[in-house]
């Protein structure tokens, strides 16, 4: 059964070009060390809510959009191993590739899909 890294992050807009360079390196990796498919998506139609919302969970400011993002695995011992290298990659090196967003307010987890639909 396949097995899904979910991320949230607060991304400053002025970084979205910074951003989407960044998680092209960083996706390209992913898949070389087994990921079926990874999936980033921009804020378009994200509301603020009265009690919880995607912009509350990571704090994001006015001037930040969340970005949802996800990796599809073949199984969870595919995924440990390759996030397990991506930590050991220079490629990934914060030195040699900086986040163009704050780590510290990424909301992230790995989940057992329990029903999918559709292709």
Known sequence: MSYVDGFLA?????NKDRFIAH?????????????????????DDVPHGQLTDFHR??????????????IEW??????????????EDPRMDPANNPMPFDGKRVV????????HMGQ
């Not at 607060?10 to 002025?14: D, E, K, L, S």
């Not at 998680?23 to 804020?43: P, S």
């Not at 704090?59 to 970005?67: H, L, N, R, S």
């Open 23 to 43: 998680a092209k390196l960083a996706d390209a990796l992913f898949i070389e060390y087994g990921a079926l498919r990874v999936t980033e998506c921009w804020a």
């Open 10 to 14: 607060a991304v400053p807009q002025a």
């Open 74 to 87: 073949p199984d969870k011992e595919t995924r440990d191993a390759g996030m397990r290298r991506m930590m």
């Open 108 to 115: 992230y987890g790995g989940f057992l899909p329990v029903l």
């Open 57 to 70: 969970a990571v704090q994001a400011g006015a001037d930040e959009a969340v970005v949802f993002s996800w």
